[in-house]
Nanobody, 124 residues
């Protein structure tokens, strides 16, 4: 099973940017479709973005489309989430997740492996 560790979270002002990273180890990273999810206090964990094994296809939640970019570097076993034009509604713990199935999913229940999360706080 692959192990995942997120980093790059922090406190940023509205309109600012952050870049999250997710380092993978243990199994072949390129065998997994990958996703980013987030969970705000008192809310369910929600889909943010997903990317296919090769990185050739990406998918986004409507709330982040045009502002966030998911990417991966398979040779470095790393997943990224570039977040621009952040607003306070983006405040949450962000998780990366791995899915070994053939299809790309937006449902969190399809992902078998999760990182511990990194806090993103956007001040107004």
């Amino acid at each position: 099973q692959v192990q995942l560790v997120e980093s790059g979270g922090g406190l940023v002002q509205a309109g600012g940017s952050l870049r999250l990273s997710c380092a993978a180890s243990g199994r072949t990273f390129s065998n997994y479709n990958m996703g980013w999810f987030r969970q705000a206090p008192g809310k369910e964990r929600e889909f943010v973005a997903a990317i296919t094994r090769s990185g050739g296809n990406t998918y986004y939640a409507d709330s982040v489309k045009g502002r966030f970019t998911i990417s991966r570097h398979n040779a470095k076993n790393t997943l990224f989430l570039q977040m621009n034009s952040l607003n306070p509604e983006d405040t949450a713990v962000y998780f990366c997740a791995a899915d070994g199935s053939l299809l790309v999913h937006t449902n969190r229940r399809e992902y078998s492996t999760w990182g511990q999360g990194t806090q993103v706080t956007v001040s107004s």
